[in-house]
C-alpha cells in the first residue's frame, strides 16, 4: 500500500472512533516498508524473499524424501533377490510385489521435481506411491536403473529447465511405447524431432550455454536409448539380422586377403604396432556390447586412433586418410565385428544428429560404412588379382603363398613359425595329391582308350577273316589191319634175300 493510501485509511478510521496503530501496518521482518495483508503482513520485496526460502527448504525436503525412498527401494529389492530361490510367491503375489516396486520408483523421480509447498500434497504422492499402476508390467534392468540415477544427479545442476526436460522425455517415452506398431524408420523420425525440438528449447526457452547443451543431449540420449534399445535394435519387422548374416559370411569368406593385397601401410611384425591393431579390432568388437549410440559412436573412435597410431609408428609420419581407410577394411575383416550392419543401422537412425553430421565421430563412422560397402563388393580387380585365382581363394581350394619361416625376424612366436610351416606342408600335400589325381585320371583314361582299341582291332580282323568251321572227318584205319573197303592196294612188300 502507498502512503497516500495508508493516511486515508487512518482518517477513515479515526472519524469512525478507531484508533490504528502504525507499528501494525509496517512489514512483520521491520524492513520499515508498509506491510500488505494478502502477503501475510509482508511488504512485496521481503514475501519474495520469503517465499523463496520457503520453496527451497521444500525443494531440499523432497530430494531428502527422494534419496530415502530411493535407498528403501534399492534395499527391498536386495532383500527380494537374497531369499528368492528359498522363498517361492504365487504369480499373483510376485506381479503385485513387481508392479508396486516400479511405482514407487516413478513417483520417487516425480517427487524430485515436485517442490510442493503444502504438506497435504506431500502425503497424497506417498499414497499416490503405494497405489499399484496397471501400466507397468515389467522390472526395469540394473542398467536402466542405474542410468536413471545418473540422469536425475544430472539434471539436478540444471534446476527449473532440468524439470521440464525430464518432463519431455517422459512424454517422448510414453508416446513411443503407444507406437510400437510404425515402423523403424518412423519411430527414427520422432526421435530425430524430439532430440531437435528439445534443443531449441534449450537454446531459445531455457537460455542454457551451447557447451551445456550438448552434455545435456548427450545425457538425454543415454536415457531415452537406454530404455528403448532392446525395442529398437534390429526389430524383427526389418532385415537387418538377414544383412548381418550376409556381411559376416562375407568377411569369413575373405578370410585369406593380406594386408599387401590392400596396400595397408602397417607392419605387424613391430610389437607396438601388433598391439595397437589388437586395441582397434577389441574397440570394433566391443561395439556390439553398447546400448547408447553415442558409446557405440565412442568405440568406432577409439578403434580409428589406434589406427591411425599403428600408421604412424610404422611410416614414422602423421598418417593420411588414403592410408586409413584401407587399414580400417583390413581391422573389419581381420576382426569380424558382430552384428555389425545392425549396430550401422542403430546409429544412423538413433544417435543424435550433431554428432553424425559434425565432428571426429561423424568422420570415422563415415569411412565404417565406406568399408563395409567396400567389403561388400569386394571382387578381384580391387585386390589387383586374376578372376581364376580370386575364385580359387574363395572357394578355399587354395590360399596365397605365406610367408618363408626364414624370413621371420627373431621376436616372432614360435607357435606362429610353425604355424606357417604347418600350412605351407599342408599346401605341397595339397597341390602333390592334386597332381596324382590328375595323373591317376589320366592313367585311368589311356587303360580305357587302349582296351576299347584292341576291342576294334579284334572286331576288324574277325570281319576280314571270318573263321569257318569244318564237319568232324571219320578216324583213318591202321596200316596192318585189315582194310576191306580198300582192296585194290597193292600187297605188303616181301622180304627178299641175296646169295653173296
Not at 158 to 173: A, E, M, N, V
Not at 180 to 206: G, H, M, P
Not at 476 to 488: G, H, Y
Request: net charge neutral; aromatic share 8%; with cysteine.
Amino acid at each position: 500500500f502507498s502512503l497516500a493510501n495508508r493516511k486515508k485509511m487512518n482518517l477513515k478510521s479515526e472519524r469512525r472512533g478507531i484508533h490504528v496503530d502504525q507499528s501494525e501496518l509496517l512489514c512483520k521482518k521491520g524492513c520499515g516498508y508498509y506491510g500488505n495483508p494478502a502477503w501475510q503482513g509482508f511488504c512485496s520485496k521481503c514475501w519474495r524473499e520469503e517465499y523463496h526460502k520457503a520453496r527451497q527448504k521444500q525443494i531440499q525436503e523432497d530430494w531428502e524424501l527422494a534419496e530415502r525412498l530411493q535407498r528403501e527401494e534399492e534395499e527391498a529389492y536386495a532383500s527380494s533377490q537374497s531369499t528368492q530361490g528359498a522363498q517361492s510367491l504365487t504369480f499373483s503375489k510376485f506381479e503385485e510385489k513387481k508392479t508396486n516396486e516400479k511405482t514407487r520408483k516413478v513417483t520417487t523421480v516425480k517427487k524430485f521435481f515436485t517442490a510442493s509447498s503444502r504438506a497435504g500434497a506431500k502425503k497424497a504422492e506417498i499414497q499416490e506411491a503405494k497405489a499399484p499402476s496397471p501400466s507397468i508390467n515389467r522390472q526395469a534392468s540394473i542398467e536402466t536403473d542405474r542410468v536413471s540415477k545418473e540422469f536425475i544427479e544430472f539434471l539436478k545442476t540444471y534446476h527449473k529447465p532440468g524439470q521440464d526436460i525430464y518432463k519431455q522425455c517422459k512424454l517422448f517415452l510414453d508416446t513411443m511405447n503407444h507406437k510400437r506398431d510404425l515402423s523403424i524408420e518412423e519411430q527414427s523420425e520422432c526421435a530425430q524431432d524430439f532430440y531437435q525440438n528439445v534443443a531449441e528449447k534449450l537454446q531459445t526457452r531455457w537460455k542454457v550455454p551451447p557447451e551445456k547443451v550438448e552434455k545435456a543431449m548427450d545425457q538425454i540420449e543415454k536415457y531415452i536409448m537406454t530404455r528403448q534399445y532392446k525395442y529398437v535394435f534390429c526389430p524383427e519387422t526389418t532385415d537387418d539380422e538377414k544383412k548381418d548374416l550376409a556381411v559376416q559370411k562375407r568377411i569369413r569368406a575373405l578370410h585369406w586377403v593380406t594386408p599387401q593385397m590392400l596396400c595397408v601401410p602397417v607392419n605387424e611384425e613391430i610389437p607396438e604396432v601388433s598391439d595397437m591393431v589388437v586395441k582397434a579390432i577389441t574397440d570394433i568388437i566391443e561395439m556390439d556390447s553398447k546400448r547408447v549410440p553415442r558409446d557405440k559412436l565412442a568405440c568406432i573412435t577409439k578403434c580409428s586412433k589406434h589406427i591411425f597410431n599403428a600408421i604412424k609408428i610404422t611410416k614414422n609420419e602423421p598418417a593420411s586418410a588414403d592410408d586409413f581407410l584401407p587399414t580400417l577394411i583390413y581391422i573389419v575383416l581381420k576382426g569380424n565385428p558382430p552384428r555389425l550392419q545392425s549396430n550401422i543401422q542403430y546409429i544412423t537412425r538413433f544417435c543424435n544428429p550433431s554428432r553424425l553430421m559434425t565432428g571426429e565421430d561423424g568422420y570415422y563412422f563415415t569411412n565404417l560404412c565406406c568399408a563395409v560397402a567396400f567389403i561388400e563388393k569386394l571382387d578381384a580387380q580391387s585386390l589387383n588379382l586374376s578372376q581364376e585365382d580370386f575364385d580359387r581363394f574363395m572357394t578355399g581350394q587354395t590360399s596365397p603363398k605365406k610367408q618363408e619361416s626364414d624370413s621371420f625376424s627373431p621376436d616372432v612366436c614360435l607357435g606362429v613359425k610353425q604355424m606357417y610351416k604347418n600350412l605351407d606342408l599342408l599346401s605341397q600335400l595339397n597341390e602333390r595329391q592334386e597332381r596324382i589325381v590328375s595323373e591317376a585320371k589320366k592313367l585311368e583314361k589311356d587303360l580305357i582308350d587302349w582296351t576299347d582299341g584292341i576291342t576294334k582291332e579284334v572286331q576288324d580282323i574277325v570281319e576280314k577273316y571270318p573263321l569257318e568251321i569244318k564237319p568232324k572227318s571219320q578216324a583213318l584205319a591202321a596200316i596192318d589191319s585189315e582194310n576191306v573197303e580198300n582192296d585194290k592196294l597193292p600187297p605188303p612188300l616181301q622180304p627178299q634175300v641175296y646169295a653173296g
